[in-house]
């Protein structure tokens, strides 16, 4: 992300080959990570576009654990962005 910042929500849009049981998780360090969302299942299936809203977290860096696909052992996502809801 460049630098900590408050998120609450990461948007997926997923392809053709898409994650079927993943995790979120944010670091501020890349050594110590923290799970925001497990054990998610997409339930748009192909060419969707995915939200997924978790308590505020202050962080640096987001990664995806994709634990299996629909297809095969890859996952196709077109675009993967952190977000903030203003209240």
Request: charged share 30%; hydrophobic share 25%.
């Given at each position: 992300l460049g630098k900590q910042i408050d998120i609450n929500k990461i948007v997926i849009t997923w392809e053709n080959?898409?994650?079927?049981?993943?995790?979120?998780?944010v670091s501020n360090?890349?050594?110590e990570w923290k799970t925001v969302k497990e054990g998610l299942k997409?339930?748009?299936q192909i060419d969707s576009i995915e939200v997924i809203p978790f308590d505020r977290?202050?962080?640096?860096y987001i990664r995806m654990v994709c634990h299996c696909s629909n297809v095969n052992e890859y996952n196709?996502?077109?675009e993967f962005a952190a977000l903030q809801k203003k209240n």
């Open positions: 080959a898409y994650g079927t049981d993943y995790d979120i998780q360090d890349k050594e997409n339930k748009n977290v202050n962080a640096r196709n996502v077109l």
